[in-house]
């Protein structure tokens, strides 16, 4: 009777198995979805999202500094180390190396940003001395590179809100709990973001004639 029963017994003992393993997955995908396994990469990818267009536009406005160079140039007289301030400014952020490890590290992040600062304060004093300049400035050449930049400038000032936002929401979603547990099963951890701009840096030196 025992071993006619056995055969029947060992196939439901292996469908109660199989329906245990079920119940049991189902309870680990929603025990990860509830500790924030799934969010955090959803906020992960949206950082690194934020952080492409921060370098597009970084890109876009290195890309117009050759060409303000060589327009300026050719200005009579023109300042010659307003202008090379320019060019090394351009080339320190050039012989940079950045990609999306950058964002990771927060010691190469702010290299990146201070470099990128450092252009943006030697283009804000180039196009401050060029108002010295009415032959320069009534170029069309010059013109259109100075909407080109101050457009750029604008949209680099999205860009960075739009990053340090996107931080900002990783950073909670990885510190707070339940979602905490879910950061540390992915390995993600608390990351940096853009520094406050020092007062006063976003805007052009005051010359005075």
């Known amino acids: 009777m025992l071993r006619n029963d056995w055969p029947a ?5 292996r469908i109660w198995v199989a329906c245990l393993g079920v119940l049991l997955f189902g309870a680990l995908g929603l025990g990860a979805t509830g500790c924030g396994y799934n969010e955090v990469i959803q906020k992960d990818e949206a950082v690194k ?19 303000l160079v060589r327009v300026v140039q050719g200005a009579a007289n023109f300042e010659k180390e307003t202008l090379q301030a320019v060019v090394e400014a351009r080339s ?20 990146f940003e201070q470099a990128q600062n450092g252009l943006s304060s030697s283009l804000s004093r180039l196009l401050v001395v060029a108002e010295q300049y009415p032959t320069l400035k009534a170029t069309d050449a010059f013109r259109d590179l100075q909407v080109q930049l101050e457009g750029t400038e604008n949209r680099i000032a999205v860009a960075r809100r739009r990053f340090i936002e996107s931080v900002a929401a990783y950073n909670q979603t990885v510190l707070q709990f339940p979602s905490s547990i879910g950061a540390r099963m992915r390995g993600k951890t608390e990351r940096t973001t853009f520094a406050a701009t020092t007062p006063g840096a976003d805007k052009a030196p005051e010359v005075k004639f």
């Open 9 to 13: 017994y060992g196939w439901v003992g």
């Open 92 to 111: 320190k952020v050039g012989s940079m190396r950045v990609d999306a490890s950058t964002i990771d590290d927060p010691k190469k992040l702010s290299e």
């Open 49 to 67: 999202g934020a952080w492409a267009e921060v370098e597009n536009q970084y890109q876009r406005r290195s890309d117009l500094v050759p060409n």
